[in-house]
């Protein structure tokens, strides 16, 4: 980081440790897959604490295995210790593709091929050949088996000191690679712990040049938090300072702080604030190369250096038209110099005056403010002389390139001597002079336009006229023709901006009228003749029409048709009465007797419409074209009697059905069919005895036989003794009243008898309602997780009843399993159960969940702006204590007595993950430690 000031500070920020930027002097690119996440400040998170995860973190920088290196970095293993697992490796492999392999523990490198790899395995795999500690392993080609001819060298255990490095702590990994002698050494805590001698280039890269490396872990059945911090590495050069630039009185503060690092010391001393710390201010009197030496916390020493250019200030200078300014024009005041400094003006630019502008320089260019004085020149505006219009076509003099004040320029667009156009004048550069438009109207040629000449025929006088339809005056040609059709061409007086037009006049030869011939008609009939021939000629016939007699006719066409006369000779037949046979008496609704075609062949239609409920006279119309005349009819329609009798009851199936009478209530003597029949409904017939001249109709009674049925009702579900027992319905689903026997009993299981009203054709029926007893039911519930555990998981048991329950927690949904999981709330939560089968108490029971919040948030704004274990604040004697990721205690308090504010020694920490210890008594009463983290987010 670094900062540099001259009256006040302005903050420019690098990275620290490596991360995405790219520096002057080396770069990490960086690329994360699977679970593995970004943590900031080049601290990724390779696995979460979760069952079955993998991450991993890629590189691509190469490496030569030809030359030594050294690569330093931090591991976090979490902070389960039996039950932690798998682990985390630093792999090299011949790209630089992010990839993971075989998870568990394969620790995310098994299976990737031509690789060299240091393992630090957290779990012991039966048939790995795994140690019991937390051990080392230097393996090649994907093989996580320390029995194979693949493994290099160990396993040995990790730490010098303890065979446990799942303790929360960042633990210092430093891997060396000395090329003379073809050794891989790895320190642990800055304790070599185990080497491996193998020409590595040739065996597993096949003398590839450009090597790439990267951070693998995984998890398995069990997990654990890994993460990776990344401090330096040897072939990467500088990589926290980055070469800058001030100006002659400025200072700038680096910051060459790296996390292992123990003591700072630089040189040259000039112009150092302090030469002893990570990030002192620099005020250097000329361009100087700094170099920064770091011990760490191990005892290695690294070395960087930045490069501190010191500019000098300069005057900004502009371009000289900037000077000169017409009122109006574009503000001339650039933003950047012809040096390239850029910056602002003062004041405000004013188009409309002559003024002094101040150019101040942006700050961090090292140059000195500029004034440019910008002299503001009058607009004037150029006048020419109107130029008469013209006709389209006419010649168009050029405009004049000087206006009446003297001002010079160009005319646009072009002359254009066919349309009326405005021609904008643009004056020369450097006249202070505004643009002008003159307009040169060009009148188009008018269309002479005449009156369309309808057709005349041969021998006709001269139709054309000799001024036009919009006031043109001319002469046509050639001579007029009446004998033949001609088109003549008009020609426009002088003076008059017109076009020659062209007409046409259509010569008609006479022709001869054209008509239908007429076919024969009937004495009496409408004149057949038209007025209109066939071929559009008018006229009128002679001598006058006679209707009586066949006559041969004269049409003669009206004048101006050009048409000869016709003639047309019309036939006169007479009429004939058509006669008929047929039936003149019917009864009332009978068909009718009346027929389309006389007995001569005449065929017509009568009217009015036949009616056959009364008697009426009908008249026979022929059809048109049969030379025949009308005739009338009467028919006479008799009414019918219809038998009436009164309707018959419904009856029951079986039961007692009277005969019919065979007289009906209006007199009518006859018959039924078919035979009583008092099993199924059935609809009788009544035919009346035949009595000359009288119109019987048969009639019909329909006889319903009701079938017996079985009252339903709806069953009343079983209750519990005491229960609210309701009456039963008076009144079946299919209708049926009665009434029901022995009074309801809550008490005990009861037969109800159902019996129907009379005449209801309907049996009795039952229905059994059932009374069950109230079993008394007994639960106990027990937590079956470890305190703080992800998965929290209550189990409950319960004796009495049916055996078959439904359990509930916390007054939520009921449910058939016994087990609830992922319980959540630092609090009591309540299990309640009852019988699935049948009536019993509801028994509830209380159990206490242990959990801790995962963040909290200090910014005043009321909600968690304090870290605390809500589960414990009734433990007096617990105690927790807070860490960050370096392992350095930066908080001991009791829960029950105060929460963490996110402070350290009076100042706000930075939004991050910070690690815990809570010691409490547990359930049975026994001390107990959990660890664990949590986030400070801001």
Same mark, same amino acid.
Not at 100 to 109: F, H, L, N, P, S
């Given at each position: 980081?670094?900062?540099?000031?001259r009256?006040?500070?302005?903050a420019?920020?690098?990275?620290?440790?490596?991360?995405?930027?790219?520096?002057?002097?080396a770069?990490?690119?960086?690329?994360?897959?699977?679970?593995?996440?970004?943590?900031?400040?080049?601290?990724?998170?390779?696995?979460p604490?979760?069952?079955?995860?993998?991450?991993?973190?890629?590189?691509?920088?190469?490496?030569?295995?030809?030359?030594?290196?050294?690569?330093?970095?931090?591991n976090?293993?979490?902070?389960?210790?039996?039950?932690g697992?798998?682990?985390?490796a630093?792999?090299?492999?011949k790209?630089?593709?992010?990839e993971?392999?075989?998870t568990?523990?394969?620790?995310?490198?098994?299976?990737?091929?031509?690789?060299?790899?240091?393992?630090?395995d957290?779990?012991?795999?039966?048939? &790995?050949?795994?140690?019991?500690?937390d051990?080392?392993?230097?393996?090649?080609?994907?093989?996580?088996?320390h029995s194979?001819?693949?493994?290099?060298?160990?396993?040995?255990?990790?730490?010098?000191?303890?065979?446990?490095?799942?303790?929360?702590?960042?633990?210092?990994?430093?891997?060396?690679?000395?090329?003379?002698?073809?050794?891989?050494?790895?320190?642990?805590?800055c304790d070599?712990?185990?080497?491996?001698?193998?020409?590595?280039?040739?065996?597993?890269f096949?003398?590839?040049?450009?090597?790439y490396?990267?951070?693998?872990?995984?998890?398995?059945?069990?997990s654990n938090l890994?993460?990776v911090?990344?401090?330096?590495?040897?072939?990467?050069?500088?990589?926290?300072?980055?070469?800058?630039?001030?100006?002659?009185?400025?200072?700038?503060?680096?910051?060459?702080?790296?996390?292992?690092g123990?003591?700072?010391?630089?040189s040259?001393?000039?112009?150092?604030?302090?030469?002893?710390?990570?990030?002192?201010?620099?005020?250097?009197?000329?361009?100087?190369?700094?170099?920064?030496?770091?011990?760490?916390?191990?005892?290695?020493?690294?070395?960087?250096?930045?490069?501190?250019?010191?500019?000098?200030?300069?005057?900004?200078?502009?371009?000289?038209?900037a000077?000169?300014?017409?009122?109006?024009?574009?503000?001339?005041?650039?933003?950047?110099?012809? &040096?390239?400094?850029?910056?602002?003006?003062?004041?405000?630019?004013?188009?409309?005056?002559?003024?002094?502008?101040?150019?101040?320089?942006?700050?961090?260019?090292?140059?000195?403010?500029?004034?440019?004085?910008?002299?503001?020149?009058?607009?004037?505006?150029?006048?020419?002389?109107?130029?008469?219009?013209?006709?389209?076509?006419?010649?168009?003099d050029?405009?004049?390139?000087?206006?009446n004040?003297?001002?010079?320029?160009?005319?646009?667009?072009?002359?254009?001597?066919?349309?009326?156009?405005?021609?904008?004048?643009?004056?020369?550069?450097?006249?202070?002079?505004?643009?002008?438009?003159?307009?040169?109207?060009?009148v188009?040629?008018?269309?002479?336009?005449?009156?369309a000449?309808?057709?005349?025929?041969?021998?006709?006088?001269?139709?054309?006229?000799?001024?036009?339809?919009?006031?043109?005056?001319?002469?046509?040609?050639?001579?007029?023709?009446?004998?033949?059709t001609?088109?003549?061409?008009?020609?426009?007086?002088?003076?008059?901006?017109?076009?020659?037009?062209?007409?046409e006049?259509?010569?008609?030869?006479?022709?001869?009228?054209?008509?239908?011939a007429?076919?024969?008609?009937?004495?009496?009939?409408?004149?057949?003749?038209?007025?209109?021939?066939?071929?559009?000629?008018?006229?009128?016939?002679?001598?006058?029409?006679?209707?009586?007699?066949?006559?041969?006719?004269?049409?003669?066409?009206?004048?101006?048709?050009?048409?000869?006369?016709?003639?047309?000779?019309?036939?006169?037949?007479?009429?004939?009465?058509?006669?008929?046979?047929?039936?003149?008496?019917?009864?009332?609704g009978?068909?009718?007797?009346?027929?389309?075609?006389?007995?001569?062949?005449?065929?017509?239609?009568?009217?009015?419409?036949?009616?056959?409920?009364?008697?009426?006279?009908?008249?026979?119309?022929?059809?048109?074209?049969?030379c025949?005349?009308?005739?009338?009819?009467?028919?006479?329609?008799?009414?019918?009697?219809?038998?009436?009798?009164?309707?018959?009851?419904?009856?029951?199936i079986?039961?007692?059905?009277?005969?019919?009478?065979?007289?009906?209530?209006?007199?009518?003597?006859?018959?039924?069919?078919?035979?009583?029949?008092?099993?199924?409904?059935?609809?009788?017939?009544?035919?009346?005895?035949?009595?000359?001249?009288?119109?019987?109709?048969?009639?019909?009674?329909?006889?319903?036989?009701?079938?017996?049925i079985?009252?339903?009702?709806?069953?009343?579900?079983?209750?519990?003794?005491?229960s609210?027992?309701?009456?039963?319905?008076?009144?079946?689903?299919?209708?049926?009243?009665?009434?029901?026997?022995?009074?309801?009993?809550?008490?005990?299981?009861?037969?109800?008898?159902?019996?129907?009203?009379?005449?209801?054709?309907?049996?009795?029926?039952?229905?059994?309602?059932?009374?069950?007893p109230?079993?008394?039911?007994?639960?106990?519930?027990?937590?079956?997780?470890?305190?703080?555990?992800?998965?929290?998981?209550?189990?409950?048991?319960?004796?009495?009843?049916?055996?078959?329950?439904?359990?509930?927690?916390?007054?939520?949904?009921?449910?058939?399993?016994?087990?609830?999981?992922?319980?959540?709330?630092?609090?009591?939560?309540t299990?309640?159960?009852?019988?699935?089968l049948?009536?019993?108490?509801?028994?509830?029971?209380?159990?206490?969940i242990?959990?801790?919040?995962?963040?909290?948030?200090?910014?005043?704004?009321g909600?968690n702006?304090?870290?605390?274990?809500?589960?414990?604040?009734?433990?007096?004697?617990?105690?927790?204590?807070?860490?960050?990721r370096?392992?350095?205690?930066?908080?001991?308090?009791?829960?029950?007595?105060?929460?963490?504010?996110?402070?350290?020694?009076?100042?706000?920490?930075?939004?991050?993950?910070?690690?815990?210890?809570?010691?409490?008594?547990?359930?049975?009463?026994?001390?107990?430690?959990?660890?664990?983290?949590?986030?400070?987010?801001?």
């Amino acid at each position: 980081m670094l900062y540099r000031t001259r009256t006040t500070p302005v903050a420019l920020f690098i990275l620290t440790v490596i991360c995405f930027q790219t520096l002057s002097h080396a770069q990490l690119n960086v690329v994360t897959i699977g679970d593995a996440s970004d943590l900031g400040n080049n601290c990724f998170e390779i696995t979460p604490d979760q069952g079955n995860k993998a991450g991993g973190v890629w590189y691509d920088n190469p490496i030569d295995f030809a030359n030594d290196f050294t690569i330093y970095y931090q591991n976090n293993f979490g902070t389960k210790d039996s039950n932690g697992a798998d682990g985390m490796a630093l792999v090299f492999k011949k790209n630089a593709d992010a990839e993971i392999g075989g998870t568990g523990q394969g620790i995310g490198y098994a299976g990737i091929d031509n690789t060299l790899i240091v393992e630090f395995d957290t779990f012991q795999n039966g048939g &790995e050949g795994d140690l019991t500690e937390d051990h080392i392993g230097i393996m090649s080609n994907g093989n996580a088996n320390h029995s194979a001819s693949t493994s290099l060298a160990g396993p040995i255990q990790a730490s010098a000191t303890n065979a446990n490095i799942e303790d929360g702590i960042n633990h210092e990994i430093k891997i060396v690679w000395i090329a003379g002698i073809q050794t891989l050494n790895v320190y642990f805590d800055c304790d070599l712990r185990l080497s491996a001698t193998n020409d590595v280039k040739t065996t597993i890269f096949n003398g590839d040049d450009s090597v790439y490396f990267g951070f693998v872990g995984s998890t398995g059945g069990f997990s654990n938090l890994h993460q990776v911090c990344f401090n330096r590495v040897s072939f990467v050069a500088n990589l926290n300072l980055v070469d800058t630039s001030i100006c002659s009185d400025e200072t700038i503060q680096l910051d060459a702080t790296i996390p292992s690092g123990v003591s700072y010391s630089w040189s040259p001393t000039t112009g150092v604030s302090d030469p002893t710390i990570a990030n002192p201010t620099f005020s250097p009197t000329n361009t100087t190369n700094y170099t920064v030496t770091i011990s760490d916390v191990c005892g290695d020493v690294t070395t960087e250096d930045v490069l501190i250019t010191l500019n000098s200030y300069i005057t900004p200078s502009f371009p000289a038209s900037a000077e000169f300014f017409c009122d109006g024009n574009t503000n001339p005041l650039t933003n950047t110099s012809n &040096e390239g400094i850029t910056g602002s003006w003062s004041p405000a630019f004013d188009s409309t005056t002559t003024a002094t502008y101040t150019f101040i320089p942006d700050a961090g260019q090292c140059a000195d403010p500029a004034t440019l004085t910008v002299v503001v020149d009058a607009r004037i505006i150029p006048t020419f002389s109107a130029i008469n219009d013209i006709c389209d076509g006419e010649t168009l003099d050029p405009l004049p390139t000087t206006s009446n004040e003297g001002i010079s320029g160009t005319w646009s667009p072009a002359i254009d001597n066919t349309v009326t156009t405005t021609y904008t004048f643009t004056p020369d550069a450097g006249q202070c002079a505004d643009t002008t438009d003159l307009e040169v109207r060009v009148v188009p040629l008018t269309v002479t336009d005449f009156a369309a000449i309808a057709p005349i025929c041969v021998g006709s006088t001269n139709p054309l006229l000799n001024t036009s339809v919009n006031g043109i005056t001319g002469a046509w040609s050639p001579a007029f023709d009446n004998t033949t059709t001609t088109t003549y061409t008009f020609t426009p007086d002088a003076n008059q901006c017109a076009n020659t037009t062209d007409l046409e006049v259509v010569i008609t030869p006479l022709i001869v009228p054209d008509f239908a011939a007429v076919a024969p008609i009937c004495v009496g009939s409408a004149n057949p003749l038209l007025n209109i021939s066939l071929d559009g000629i008018t006229g009128g016939w002679s001598p006058a029409f006679d209707d009586t007699t066949t006559t041969t006719y004269t049409f003669t066409p009206d004048a101006n048709q050009c048409a000869n006369t016709a003639s047309m000779t019309v036939v006169v037949n007479q009429k004939i009465v058509p006669t008929f046979t047929h039936l003149t008496t019917i009864c009332e609704g009978d068909a009718s007797t009346l027929l389309n075609t006389s007995n001569e062949g005449v065929t017509g239609d009568w009217s009015p419409a036949f009616d056959n409920t009364v008697t009426a006279s009908y008249t026979f119309t022929p059809f048109a074209g049969q030379c025949a005349g009308s005739i009338s009819k009467t028919i006479t329609v008799n009414p019918l009697v219809t038998p009436i009798f009164t309707q018959v009851d419904p009856i029951c199936i079986g039961g007692v059905l009277l005969p019919l009478p065979t007289t009906s209530t209006n007199g009518t003597d006859g018959t039924w069919s078919p035979a009583i029949d008092n099993m199924v409904t059935t609809e009788y017939t009544f035919t009346p005895t035949p009595i000359a001249g009288i119109c019987f109709e048969d009639s019909k009674m329909t006889i319903v036989v009701l079938p017996q049925i079985t009252p339903l009702f709806t069953q009343v579900d079983p209750i519990c003794v005491g229960s609210v027992l309701m009456p039963l319905p008076t009144v079946s689903v299919d209708g049926i009243t009665g009434r029901w026997s022995p009074a309801m009993s809550n008490v005990v299981t009861t037969t109800y008898m159902f019996s129907p009203d009379p005449n209801q054709c309907a049996d009795p029926t039952t229905m059994t309602i059932v009374v069950n007893p109230i079993n008394t039911l007994t639960v106990s519930a027990t937590i079956l997780s470890e305190d703080f555990d992800a998965n929290q998981i209550i189990s409950v048991s319960v004796t009495g009843g049916s055996g078959t329950y439904e359990y509930q927690l916390d007054g939520g949904v009921w449910q058939s399993s016994a087990v609830f999981e992922n319980v959540l709330g630092c609090n009591e939560h309540t299990v309640a159960v009852r019988d699935a089968l049948g009536c019993s108490t509801i028994p509830e029971e209380k159990v206490m969940i242990m959990t801790y919040p995962k963040f909290f948030t200090p910014n005043g704004d009321g909600f968690n702006d304090s870290w605390n274990i809500e589960c414990l604040r009734k433990d007096s004697s617990a105690v927790i204590r807070i860490f960050d990721r370096f392992g350095k205690l930066l908080i001991q308090f009791k829960p029950s007595q105060s929460a963490w504010s996110g402070a350290f020694n009076g100042a706000q920490l930075t939004g991050t993950d910070y690690w815990f210890t809570a010691d409490y008594l547990n359930s049975v009463g026994v001390k107990t430690q959990f660890k664990a983290h949590f986030s400070l987010k801001r």
